[in-house]
């Protein structure tokens, strides 16, 4: 079974700095999807940005960018010029690509780093 | 406005009673999910429906059962099997051609 892992429970970042949050995952298949979703207080689940493990080049969506490592099974997400809005909860998720039925559809979450943004 | 509709936002109960959620979709989504989360966790997956009238366990399926009628609509019940229902539950769809989630606003449980 998949694990995702997200070792930061909390992190602050001052307004316009730039802040890493990190996730590692386990797995034994080549194929898979990585999502980090944002959810701030009022608990909507916002998707940030995706990543698809056969891709080498790095997903970006504006001030988003992720470092994805596939040997090192490691998928940061950085926050450049930080926003008050970027205050959230941050998860990161997991997906097979093996298939689309089974429990291959389901995400598998971290446990969720919680950023705060500071003036 | 397409998106996900979850109502009620916050719904009490007493113990003992079973309760229904509803999710509500207008995506044209074909897949959806039903997740709880608790303080200090990540997502938890109840029940998945990849087409209407078929559905699968999710992790934490025991007390929690679905109907997927419509494909539009996904309602969950917590029944009064459910040890611990006190909870904040997510529906969340998707499509074949894409496989991230998009997620509804929630609802928070208690049950007392």
């Known amino acids: 079974a998949q694990t995702v892992t997200q070792s930061q429970p909390e992190m602050s970042v001052q307004e316009a700095e730039t802040v890493t949050l990190s996730c590692t995952y386990d797995?034994?298949?080549?194929?898979?999807?990585l999502f980090w979703y944002k959810q701030p207080p009022s608990r909507q689940m916002i998707l940030v940005i995706r990543q698809e493990a056969y891709k080498q080049q790095n997903a970006t969506e504006n001030r988003f960018s992720v470092n994805f490592q596939k040997a090192a099974k490691s998928f940061s997400l950085k926050i450049s010029d930080s926003q008050l809005g970027d205050a959230a909860m941050y998860f990161c998720?997991?997906?097979?690509?093996?298939?689309?039925?089974?429990?291959?559809?389901?995400?598998?979450f971290g446990t969720g780093t919680r950023l705060q943004v500071t003036l | 406005d397409g998106g996900i509709t979850q109502s009620p936002k916050y719904l009490f109960r007493k113990e003992g009673q079973n309760v229904t959620l509803s999710c509500e979709q207008n995506l044209n989504h074909d897949a959806m999910y039903w997740y709880r989360q608790d303080p200090g966790q990540g997502l938890r997956l109840i029940y998945y429906?990849?087409?209407?009238?078929?559905?699968q366990k999710g992790d934490i399926a025991e007390g929690y059962s679905v109907s997927r009628e419509k494909k539009e609509s996904f309602p969950l019940t917590v029944t009064s099997a459910q040890k611990n229902p006190t909870a904040f539950y997510l529906c969340?769809?998707?499509?074949?051609?894409?496989?991230?989630?998009?997620f509804g606003p929630g609802t928070r449980l208690t049950v007392t």
């Open positions: 969340a769809s998707s499509t074949y051609a894409r496989y991230e989630q998009y």
């Open positions: 998720a997991y997906r097979s690509l093996g298939a689309t039925t089974g429990t291959a559809s389901k995400l598998t």
């Open positions: 429906s990849q087409i209407v009238n078929d559905f």
């Open positions: 797995t034994s298949e080549s194929d898979y999807y």
